[in-house]
């Protein structure tokens, strides 16, 4: 604090210049700080599938709860979903889906048994946790799966080879921590 003072004694117009340089800078400091942030937790999703028009894969992890990602999965198809982080990739520790609120279109259409798997390279896969689900899911829940060994990966996929009891998937929204 001495040199403020030191240069409030000197002049005042020079605080108050400084002053405004800061004020201007804050906002852009900010800015740069959030497209970084951005950049390292929101993913490139992509889907194996032809998802239904108006429920867009991207819906999946939105952080929109009310939105969903929907499409028909032909039979015998394993679905993918995958996950792209920016360079330097991603620690995620656990999963969870969150089930939406339209009765059996939504707790029918869930997966039922699936891999999750990560990646540094797109070649070679690591299964972080797989799930066979024995307890039917619920409107509105989310149900959070932990992670073995979780490391810092650029490439995440759910490999998922069977749902509740529906042959479209829908799922409301997939969050990481
Ligand atoms: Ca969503």
Redesign the pocket.
């Given at each position: 604090m001495w040199h403020r003072y030191a240069v409030l004694s000197r002049s005042a117009s020079v605080v108050i210049s400084l002053a405004a340089i800061q004020i201007l800078l804050i906002p852009l400091l900010a800015k740069r700080a959030g497209t970084v942030a951005e950049q390292l937790s929101i993913p490139l999703v992509t889907t194996n599938l032809h998802s239904n028009s108006g429920s867009p894969i991207t819906?999946?992890n939105?952080e929109?709860?009310n939105?969903?990602w929907e499409a028909p999965v032909p039979a015998g198809l394993p679905v993918e979903i995958n996950f792209r982080y920016a360079e330097g990739g991603r620690l995620i520790s656990a999963y969870a889906f969150y089930v939406g609120h339209a009765g059996k279109d939504s707790t029918d259409r869930m997966p039922k048994r699936w891999r999750f798997e990560a990646s540094h390279d797109v070649q070679n896969w690591i299964t972080l946790d797989q799930q066979t689900v024995v307890y039917p899911w619920e409107e509105g829940e989310t149900r959070e799966f932990r992670v073995n060994h979780p490391d810092r990966y650029e490439y995440y996929r759910l490999v998922i080879e069977g749902l509740w009891n529906s042959s479209i998937i829908r799922i409301?929204?997939i969050t990481f921590k």
């Open positions: 819906n999946i939105d929109a709860l939105d969903s409301n929204e």
